[in-house]
C-alpha cells in the first residue's frame, strides 16, 4: 500500500502565508497525478490544486494567484505553498496521488489520500 504523510498547515493570519507537504512511501513505480483538495466542515470534499506528470496545474477558482502546488519528483512529494491567505481557507486539507505501484512485485495501481491537516486563517 502506498501511504501519504502531510505536514504544515495549523493557524495562519489573513494576508499571510502557509506551506503544506506531502510525502508518499510504498512501493512505488510511478505517480500520475498529484492533488490537494480541501473540506470544511459539514462540505464536500473540493479539489484546490493538482498538477499532472507532465507539469501541467489547475487550480480552483478561489486560489488562482494565491496557491502554487509545485512536486519534487525524487523524493515523491508534493507542496501547496498557500499565500494571501483569506478566512475563508479555513478547512482539513487533504492531500491525493494516483499512480503505479509494485507491492509483492505485482504490479497495481494506487489512489491514496493523506490523512488531512488542519489550517485555520484568522482576520
Known amino acids: 500500500q502506498v501511504q501519504l504523510v502531510e505536514a504544515g498547515g495549523g493557524p495562519g493570519q489573513a494576508g499571510g502565508y502557509l506551506r503544506l507537504s506531502c510525502t508518499a512511501a510504498?512501493?512505488?513505480?510511478?505517480?500520475?497525478?498529484r492533488g490537494w483538495y480541501h473540506q470544511e466542515s459539514g462540505k464536500q470534499r473540493e479539489l484546490v490544486a493538482r498538477i499532472k506528470d507532465d507539469g501541467s496545474t489547475n487550480y480552483a477558482d478561489s486560489v488562482k494567484g494565491r496557491f502554487t502546488i509545485s512536486r519534487d519528483n525524487a523524493k515523491n512529494t508534493v507542496f501547496l505553498q498557500m499565500s494571501s491567505l483569506k478566512p475563508e481557507d479555513t478547512a482539513v486539507y487533504y492531500c491525493?496521488?494516483?499512480?503505479?505501484?509494485?507491492?509483492?512485485?505485482?504490479?497495481?495501481?494506487?489512489?491514496?489520500w493523506g490523512q488531512g491537516t488542519q489550517v485555520t486563517v484568522s482576520s
Open positions: 510504498g512501493s512505488i513505480v510511478s505517480i500520475n497525478s
Open positions: 491525493n496521488m494516483y499512480g503505479l505501484s509494485r507491492p509483492d512485485r505485482v504490479y497495481q495501481s494506487f489512489n491514496s
